[in-house]
Structures are given as structure tokens and as C-alpha cells.
């Protein structure tokens, strides 16, 4: 494949070419961990690619408006006056909880993920039956809208595979990709059957991980896990430090 027809092929995929789709994934990763760890400025740079903390600052502002150390002080006036969550309970993973999807990838604003759901299942749902059964849905939320230029969010609707022999780990289905999620330590909170509100749940969770319980939230993508066979329960985790 030529080099610019891969650029027209990825373009055409994801939305955006591939320098650009880098580079909003790397500041993405970078508003997370200014966010929610106490990571040097600097060491956040190099840990994404940049030479130099001038080097990520000068794209940084580009890509946001505002330096660096601003937006982390700015985060962090706004989150003194945090509650706890006290209406979910909080769980630890600390056998790395590694899961293996198969997932599809969609970009929109937070309050659309409910239809990417929709869509997600009628599309693909006889495919995933052959590959999870029972149906185990998992989603990944890969950013924070709040720090997307244009308020969207990255999230993968996807189903953990139960019949691993079964799936061709080369040639995933038409439409579809396979995620392994990285063996580590997560923390979260459980919330009961219609009381999860995924907006406010991502807000309060990550802010309480950070400024309540001091873990350093990673920029991995926070997982949703939905127990609709049993309890109804959905938990959401972070990865942490």
C-alpha cells in the first residue's frame, strides 16, 4: 500500500489524517495525566513522545488554548469543592483484569454512546454471539470530552470473548476489532441497576480516585463493565498507579 493511500484509507476510516489523529491522542493523554496525576510536566512529554516540555507546551497550547500548567491549576481550583461518591461502592482490581473484545470504534459527544450501543448490537450482535455467549458487554471510554476541542469522546462498545479458539486473532469479523486491555491494577466505583448516569459517573469517579483516595489515574481508557445477566450493576474503572 502506497504511503498516500494509506493516508486517504485512514483518513476516510477514522475521520481525521493520520498526523492529526496521533496528535489528538497524544494530547488527550497528556490533559489525563496533567488531570489526574502529579506527574512533571516534562515527564508527561517524553512519556508521549516529545523531546522537551517547550516541545509538548507549544502544541499543547496550539491544541487547547492554554499552557500546560494552567490547565492542570485550573482543574484543580475546580475540584476543591468535590463530594465524595457516596451513592455507588467503591471497588479494587488487583488481578489486572485483562479482557480480551471484540470491539467497534465510534466518535461522538458522551450522550450518544447509549445509540452507539444501539447500533453496535443490531449490527454486529448474531457475529458476537458466536465468539461471547452469554453476551458480556464492555465499553472503553478513551478520553475526556472535556478536554476534546470539539466536546467529543472516543469510546469502543465491545463484547469479551468467551470462545477464544474460536476467533481467527489475524482476521477479526467484518466491522470489528479485537482490544486486549492491559494487565494492571483498576479502581473504581459499583453502581446499582438505574442509578448509573455515565456523564456524571466519569467526572465523579476520576476526580474522587485522584483528590480523595491519591491514586494516579492513568491514561489508559476507563472500562464499563455492565452485569446485565446478574445484578444489573454497571462498575467503572480506571487504571491506576
Request: aromatic share 12%; with cysteine; charged share 25%.
Amino acid at each position: 500500500m502506497s504511503h498516500h493511500h494509506l493516508h486517504r484509507t485512514f483518513a476516510a476510516a477514522v475521520g481525521e489524517p493520520p498526523g492529526a489523529y496521533r496528535r489528538r491522542i497524544s494530547m488527550h493523554a497528556v490533559a489525563l495525566r496533567l488531570q489526574w496525576s502529579r506527574e512533571p510536566i516534562g515527564r508527561i512529554g517524553y512519556a508521549v513522545g516529545y523531546a522537551s516540555q517547550a516541545a509538548l507546551t507549544r502544541v499543547f497550547e496550539r491544541f487547547f488554548g492554554i499552557l500546560p500548567g494552567r490547565y492542570r491549576t485550573a482543574y484543580s481550583r475546580a475540584r476543591l469543592a468535590l463530594p465524595p461518591v457516596d451513592h455507588a461502592q467503591f471497588v479494587r482490581a488487583d488481578d489486572g483484569l485483562p479482557l480480551l473484545l471484540l470491539a467497534k470504534r465510534y466518535r461522538g459527544h458522551i450522550e450518544e454512546i447509549d445509540d452507539f450501543w444501539d447500533d453496535f448490537l443490531t449490527r454486529f450482535g448474531p457475529v458476537l454471539g458466536r465468539y461471547s455467549s452469554p453476551l458480556s458487554r464492555v465499553g472503553l471510554i478513551y478520553n475526556d470530552w472535556r478536554a476534546d476541542p470539539d466536546n467529543l469522546v472516543r469510546y469502543d462498545c465491545g463484547a469479551v470473548v468467551s470462545d477464544v479458539e474460536a476467533l481467527d486473532m489475524q482476521n477479526p469479523p467484518d466491522g470489528l476489532h479485537i482490544v486486549l486491555t492491559r494487565e494492571r491494577e483498576y479502581a473504581g466505583y459499583r453502581f446499582a441497576a438505574q442509578s448509573y448516569d455515565r456523564k456524571q459517573a466519569y467526572v465523579e469517579v476520576g476526580d474522587n480516585l485522584f483528590y480523595r483516595r491519591s491514586l494516579d489515574v492513568t491514561e489508559d481508557p476507563a472500562i464499563e463493565v455492565f452485569d446485565e445477566a446478574g445484578s444489573g450493576k454497571t462498575t467503572l474503572l480506571y487504571a491506576v498507579e
